[in-house]
């Protein structure tokens, strides 16, 4: 079996090399062609160069370990080979925020990888700060809650400075852009799923290809495309590349004033529904109506099951009369009018700070309707300060983050259709009460539901609430407040990226301890592979031979 599997990491590590030639090729540009007044931040060609050549490294490893391998994966191989392939990754994606000096502290590289990666969208990035002296000072926070909470955190991103000292470049923005683009990009692997990627480009898997497939991708169902799995992941992939490309050319085409770089990493952290931008005050940094109608769009687009693309282009549009796609479109546009009632008249909150003005009519619609979706969509992006919001509006957007997208999507979050599922059960349940010679025949829309599937979404349910509820346990014995505490767990169990309070908008993770990053950054990978897949391996009768 372990030989098997170090075959697998093998390949993909090989692989993976080949998608840091892109940032590598992005840093050699800025570094030793573009204009230096263009690119003050800081370089990172060596940092790319060095992970490539770790990266390749390993890869030999492990095919050497797997020498001998057959090349079958069963169901436990494929499991084992997922979680490993999940957990490596972004320890490899840290190095080059590490040896660019971006991130001194591997667990914060550590963290902000695994949050590209599994599309989560949460930074640590973080200006430092300094006094009238040039001494670096923390920052402080406090909550005066009972008990009274305070938070104290050091930045991590030295600012860059012209020749007088004066400070032009600070917190995201002083980072270099062949690591922002990094960020960006690892978002754009980790949406559709790295595996699935693998499976399209990599045959040589063979039969195997198939288990990981299904191990990976998101949803209750999994539906296959083509009769074979590298033909349906490749298919997946292709609209993948076509939405990518379509929002690219939509971002420059209404809004001439924005840089091929920034409409590069927003389409890629977008159609990812990640949430990582290249500006330190998100989408709303670039105060363009357009630049945010075009991304509320493409959230909405990134978060639609892709087998329903693959038969629209086929010309099967009855497909499109789906359950879960008239939910979903039924929630966003009665959630986004609750949400842009409640904002007109009230005081405008911006990331980039209070404006003094209020929502008038269209721009509650253009900002409420964007906040929600970002936050049902598991995006992450944000236009303003929705953490000084009211209540009932920042209630109902956390429960949207555990709603999530559709199965087969990249979005977080729980899924429509399990909601659905749910729905039924205990509809079904209640009427049992009252009908109980009634022969049922469990369905959802056209599609009947065998009592397996059905009892696998209450597993998850259940699972989903207990690892919540365990999370927020544990991050309030570390210290946080349990408000901070519920809203960083929402946000990384489900991949979203929107937190509230400490975690706010207009802040970062960054206040986190180390312990506190590496028990959200496991949250963030169960959340991505949906929990069994990564609990399984933790089972000890999983690794004995049979």
Known sequence: MFRE?????????????????????????????????????????????????????????????????????????GLAAVVF????????????????????????????????????????????????????????????????????????????RDEEGNIVKEGIEAVGHAVLFWRSFLQWLGGLGIVVLFVAILPALGVGGKMLFHSEMPGPVKEGLTPRIKETASVLWKIYLGLSFLEFALLLGTNPELRIFDAACITLSCISTGGFTVVNGSIGAYNSAATEW?????????????????????????????????????????SS???????VGSTEY?????????????????????????????SGFAVADYDSWPYAVQSLMVISIYLGGMAGSTAGGMKIIRHIMLFRIV????????????????????????????????????TVIAMAAL???????????????????????NNSGMGFREAGPTA????LSEFGMILTSLWMIMGRLEFFTLLVVLVPAFWRES
């Open 471 to 493: 999370g927020t346990f544990l991050l309030t014995l570390d210290g946080l407040d349990p408000q901070s505490a519920l809203a960083v767990i929402t946000s990384t169990i």
């Open 350 to 378: 911006l990331t980039t700070g209070g404006t003094g003005d209020v929502y008038s009519v269209s721009g509650a619609v253009r900002t409420g309707f964007f906040q929600f979706i970002s936050a049902i969509t598991s």
């Open 508 to 511: 970062s993770f960054a206040f």
């Open 5 to 77: 599997i170090s075959k697998i990491l093998g390949i993909y590590l090989f692989g993976f090399s080949l998608t840091l030639l892109l940032p590598f090729g992005l840093a050699i540009y800025y570094q030793f062609f573009a204009d230096a007044a263009y690119h003050p931040q800081p370089h990172s060609a060596w940092a790319f160069l060095a992970t490539i050549f770790l990266t390749a490294l390993l890869s030999a490893l492990f095919v050497w370990i797997g020498r001998g391998a057959k090349g079958r994966l069963y169901r436990r191989e």
């Open 294 to 334: 075009v991304v509320t769009a493409f959230m909405i687009f990134g978060s639609i099951n892709f087998s329903l693309y693959f038969y629209s282009l086929r010309g099967k549009f009855f497909r499109l009369y789906d359950v879960e796609l008239i939910v979903y479109f039924i929630i966003i546009f009665v």
């Open 337 to 343: 009018i609750f949400v842009t009632g409640y904002l």
């Open 85 to 160: 392939i999940w957990l490596l990754t972004p320890v490899l994606a840290a190095v080059p925020f590490v040896l660019s000096g971006t991130l001194v502290d591997p667990v914060q590289a550590y963290f902000e990888a695994t949050s590209g990666i599994t599309t989560t969208g949460a930074s640590v990035l973080t200006p430092k700060i300094y006094d009238d002296e040039g001494e670096e000072i923390p920052y402080r926070s406090v909550l005066k809650l009972v008990p009274r909470t305070e938070y104290v955190w050091y930045g991590n991103i030295e600012p860059v």
């Open 427 to 462: 509809q079904d349940k209640i009427e049992l009460l009252f009908r109980p010679e009634t022969v049922r025949n469990f369905r959802i829309g056209e599609r009947s539901v065998n009592i397996a599937a059905a009892l696998t979404v209450l597993c998850f349910f259940v």
